[in-house]
């Protein structure tokens, strides 16, 4: 009985050596396997406001984020001149960067080969008008506040 006691943890040492023979990765190994999983280009949480935070469902959350942005920056702008200045523009796009710590930051697109107006005017009365803009929660990636960017085409009314 000794001897099958014997041979039994000869076998069984043998055996747990092979599960010890596996080469542990290193964390860096893990992290950059784990950093290549993440798709970059796509958030988990569009940036939002508090008026939009109710909403459950995450497209609509991001159409009302959209159009109050829209609406906001079209009701500023169109107190100001700029329609009068400029009336051959009806609409103008506006990239939009909101940062990790809720700033925001609003700058004029213009086509490549616009020449007939002032680039840097439109921009000086853009950057006049968006002020005082309500606190926008920036965007989520993996539970962390992120930079995103959009354009937003901006309709101007003569009115």
Partial sequence: M?????????????TSCQFSDKKVKSEEELLQK????????????????????????ETQRRQCFFEYLTQTIQEKLNVDTLAILYPEIDTIAVKVTVFPNATIKFEPQFPKDSVAYDKVKI????????????KINPAIKR?????TQFVLPVILNVE
Avoid: N, Q
């Fill in 2 to 14: 000794k001897k099958y006691w014997f041979s039994f943890f000869i076998i069984a040492a043998m």
């Fill in 123 to 134: 921009d000086s009365i853009l950057h006049s008008r968006l002020v005082d803009f309500p």
């Fill in 143 to 147: 539970g962390v506040p992120v930079k």
């Fill in 34 to 57: 784990e950093l290549k999983k993440i798709d970059w280009k796509k958030v988990d949480a569009f940036p939002t406001i508090d008026a939009c935070e109710a909403i459950t469902d």
